[in-house]
C-alpha cells in the first residue's frame, strides 16, 4: 500500500446488487497491463490498493474466481461487474477503480509494463514495472 494518505470511499457495482466500503484503501490508481487483466476486462485493469478492510453487503451475490495458485478474482452474479482481484497469502484485494463513487486518486504506477500492447500509451508520468519486478515485489 501507498505510504501516502488513506481514504475510506464506499461504491457498488453497476446493478448495485453488491455495494462495499473500503476502510484503508490508497488513493494510488495502478493500471495492470497482464495478459489474464487483459482478458477479464477487455484491457488494462486500473485498480487500487484496498488493502484487507473491506466489508461487502450482499456477499452472496459475489462469485470468486480461482485464477491462479496465487490469487482470486470476484464478479458480481447480477450484473458481471469485476469487483477484485484477492491474493490468496495476505487477502489484499485491489478493486476497479471505476466502482467507487468519487474519483479522488492518483494514477500512479503500471505494472507488467512489458505485457501492454502496443495500441495505446497512457499520457501519465508512472512509476512502471515488469511482469517480473511485480511478482518480485508480491513476494515481498
Not at 25 to 47: E, F, I, K, Y
Not at 49 to 64: H, N, P, W, Y
Not at 84 to 107: A, E, H, I, T
Not at 113 to 137: C, H, L, M, R, W
Amino acid at each position: 500500500m501507498s505510504n501516502k494518505k488513506t481514504l475510506e470511499k464506499s461504491g457498488a457495482c453497476i446493478c448495485g446488487a453488491v455495494k462495499f466500503v473500503a476502510k484503508t484503501m490508497s488513493p494510488d490508481v495502478g493500471a495492470c497491463h497482464c495478459r489474464t487483466c487483459q482478458n477479464w476486462g477487455g484491457g488494462p485493469l486500473l485498480a487500487v490498493d484496498c488493502g484487507t478492510a473491506v466489508e461487502f453487503e450482499s456477499e452472496d451475490s459475489i462469485k470468486v474466481y480461482d485464477s491462479f495458485d496465487w490469487a482470486e478474482r470476484g464478479f458480481c452474479l447480477s450484473c458481471g461487474s469485476h469487483l477484485f482481484y484477492r491474493l490468496k497469502q495476505n487477502q489484499q484485494l485491489s478493486m476497479p477503480v471505476g466502482l467507487f463513487d468519487d474519483s479522488d486518486f492518483v494514477f500512479d504506477h503500471q505494472i507488467f509494463i512489458d505485457s501492454k500492447p502496443k495500441f495505446y500509451v497512457f499520457a501519465n508520468q508512472t512509476k512502471n514495472q515488469t511482469g517480473a519486478e511485480a511478482f518480485a515485489a508480491f513476494r515481498e
